[in-house]
T-cell receptor
Framework: DAGVIQSPRHEVTEMGQEVTLRCKPI?????LFWYRQTMMRGLELLIYFNNNVPIDDSGMPEDRFSAKMPNASFSTLKIQPSEPRDSAVYFCASSLFGGGAGEQYFGPGTRLTVT | GQQVMQIPQYQHVQEGEDFTTYCNSS?????IQWYKQRPGGHPVFLIQ?????EVKKQKRLTFQFGEAKKNSSLHITATQTTDVGTYFC??????????FGSGTQLTVLP
């Protein structure tokens, strides 16, 4: 089992540029989560999909952030335009069960730096 | 909305000493989960507690779920340098997602 796969692992970009983060969940898992982690704010849930449908996107900071899950094996988180305050580690996680019912498996994360 | 508070935020212990982190929720939880994140790593699931008053052990780690299902604790006996990391509790929130506590960062001094 390859686990949750995220790419890229590191991304450095300039302010104003578009950033796309990618995630492949564990096969068979029907829930996918995007988190952001910073020293100041800790681990924050951005958006949660169940069966490819967005269930809760209340954590998405603003319109610059968007997420899609076109099929059960792929999701993207896009930031456009990026800003320095978006610098953080972005984690994707998947779960066999929806919501908070079951354990979540986290990917290795994407460390984003916006200069 | 539901909040999960965790204390302490930081803990430094000498290797061999015990360590405890506490988690408190503003609402009753159907279950509580614990995760560990090593420095530079990602959160890794440790355990899930479901029953009121439940106690589970994993080697030197002891997890408890309160009788009212609003608090939980993780106790490590005789810490080792491999225990270094941040320990998070997490409980189901509204819309059935997980709400993570702020974490307790454990440093073990050799």
């Amino acid at each position: 089992d390859a686990g949750v796969i995220q790419s890229p692992r590191h991304e450095v970009t300039e302010m104003g540029q578009e950033v796309t983060l990618r995630c492949k969940p564990i096969s068979g898992h029907n829930s996918l989560f995007w988190y952001r982690q910073t020293m100041m704010r800790g681990l924050e849930l951005l958006i949660y999909f169940n069966n490819n449908v967005p269930i809760d996107d209340s954590g998405m900071p603003e319109d610059r952030f968007s997420a899609k899950m076109p099929n059960a094996s792929f999701s993207t988180l896009k930031i456009q335009p990026s800003e320095p305050r978006d610098s953080a580690v972005y984690f994707c996680a998947s779960s066999l069960f929806g919501g908070g019912a079951g354990e979540q498996y986290f990917g290795p994360g994407t460390r984003l730096t916006v200069t | 909305g539901q909040q999960v508070m965790q204390i302490p935020q930081y803990q430094h212990v000498q290797e061999g000493e015990d360590f405890t982190t506490y988690c408190n929720s503003s609402t009753t939880l159907s279950n509580i989960q614990w995760y560990k994140q090593r420095p530079g790593g990602h959160p890794v699931f440790l355990i899930q507690l479901v029953k009121s008053g439940e106690v589970k052990k994993q080697k030197r780690l002891t997890f408890q779920f309160g009788e009212a299902k609003k608090n939980s604790s993780l106790h490590i006996t005789a810490t080792q340098t491999t225990d270094v990391g941040t320990y998070f509790c997490a409980g189901p929130g509204s819309a059935r997602q997980l709400t993570f506590g702020s974490g307790t960062q454990l440093t073990v001094l050799p």
